[in-house]
């Protein structure tokens, strides 16, 4: 069975710094690319970021490009997202999805994690 | 940016009849990579349809989707108690877009 378990989601102060982990089960995690896709409360879906199954190829959107950095280790079937200089309005829920291809290009979310919460807040 | 308009905002609807759910792109969305997900209250969003008109694993055959270019939509042939939820669609041609949402609700 595929599963994605998110963790490191916790209370920042505006400016901090976070890093999430998702740990990845039931698939050739080497194979596919994996990304970051956010929920705010009460609100829709947000793609933040994507990585190829290398590792080689990230992609951000511009809401966390130059503050996020999206990495993962294929040894350890996991995927990481390290938030910088974190903002009230990164406040979501963080989920990571499985893409349905290798190349985080042209790919849809194919399997979802259940998510992890970040609140940005003094 | 490829921007994704989805009407209409909520549906309501009574469980055993049909829903038609729009989803207008403001640039042409290349050989159809149009998605469409589901999401439930307090849940993570679940594939539905993929390629505009591929059903995912395991969706029953009540979903379907069409269109293509900038016009697309989600139809649900019988609404069933469990397809009360909020509805999403996604494209992947240039970066990657979600729609606002549609929320189905109970009648």
């Known amino acids: 069975e595929v599963q994605l378990l998110e963790s490191g989601g916790n209370l920042v102060q505006p400016g901090g710094s976070l890093r999430l982990s998702c740990a990845a089960s039931?698939?050739?995690?080497?194979?596919?690319?994996m990304s970051w896709v956010r929920q705010a409360p009460g609100k829709g879906l947000e793609w933040a970021s994507s990585?190829?199954?290398?590792?080689?190829?990230?992609y951000y959107a511009d809401s966390v490009k130059g503050r996020f950095t999206i990495s993962r280790d294929n040894s350890k079937n996991t995927l990481y997202l390290q938030m910088n200089s974190l903002r009230a309005e990164d406040t979501a829920v963080y989920y990571c999805?499985?893409?349905?291809?290798?190349?985080?290009?042209?790919?849809?979310?194919?399997?979802w994690g259940q998510g992890i919460l970040v609140t940005v807040s003094s | 940016e490829i921007v994704l308009t989805q009407s209409p905002g909520t549906l309501s609807l009574s469980p055993g009849e049909g829903a038609t759910l729009s989803c207008r792109a403001s640039?042409?969305?290349?050989?159809?990579?149009l998605a469409w997900y589901q999401q439930n209250p307090g849940q993570a969003p679940r594939l539905l349809i993929y390629?505009?008109?591929s059903r995912a694993a395991g969706i029953p055959d009540r979903f379907s989707g069409d269109g293509s270019g900038t016009a697309f939509t989600l139809t649900i042939s019988r609404l069933e108690p469990e397809d009360f939820a909020v509805y999403y669609c996604?494209?992947?041609?240039?970066?990657?877009?979600f729609g606002q949402g549609t929320k189905v609700e109970i009648k």
């Open positions: 999805a499985k893409d349905a291809g290798f190349a985080a290009l042209r790919s849809y979310f194919h399997l």
């Open positions: 039931g698939f050739t995690f080497s194979s596919y690319a």
């Open positions: 990585i190829s199954g290398s590792g080689s190829s990230p």
């Open positions: 640039q042409n969305v290349s050989s159809r990579f």
């Open positions: 390629g505009a008109s």
């Open positions: 996604q494209q992947y041609g240039r970066s990657r877009t």
